[in-house]
Nanobody
Framework: VQLQASGGGLVQAGGSLRLSCAAS????????MGWYRQAPGKQRELVAA???????NYADAVKGRFALNRDNAKNTVDLQMNSLKPEDTAVYYC???????????????WGQGTQVTVSS
């Protein structure tokens, strides 16, 4: 399963950006889709994730500012990022986990990273 991410860029503090991710391949079901980020010198961390049924969770640092939107029919997930802060600057990675096939097997895929830079 391949993930194609788009969006990102440079924005001033307080601005907004939208990241999009589309999954393709022999997908049976995607259980979880979400976004991680990695800032320079730091470990990759979960930003937000959403299940196939629509249950979502967000990192404390982004709660109230970021929102996920998932389309199961299109195998896409978007991350709307509002009120961006300089500390949100990072490379953002799309992630998806589920089942593919036949033959039936689990997968966990990553999209290519997309840079988000928030200037102060």
């Amino acid at each position: 399963v391949q993930l194609q991410a788009s969006g990102g860029g440079l924005v001033q503090a307080g601005g907004s950006l939208r990241l999009s991710c589309a999954a393709s391949g022999t997908i049976v079901i995607i259980n979880d889709m979400g976004w991680y980020r990695q800032a320079p010198g730091k470990q990759r961390e979960l930003v937000a994730a959403i299940t196939e049924s629509g249950s979502s969770n967000y990192a404390d640092a982004v709660k109230g500012r970021f929102a996920l939107n998932r389309d199961n029919a299109k195998n896409t997930v978007d991350l709307q990022m509002n009120s961006l802060k300089p500390e949100d600057t990072a490379v953002y990675y799309c992630n998806a986990e589920g089942l593919q096939g036949p033959p039936l097997q689990s997968f966990r895929s990553w999209g290519q990273g997309t840079q988000v830079t928030v200037s102060s």
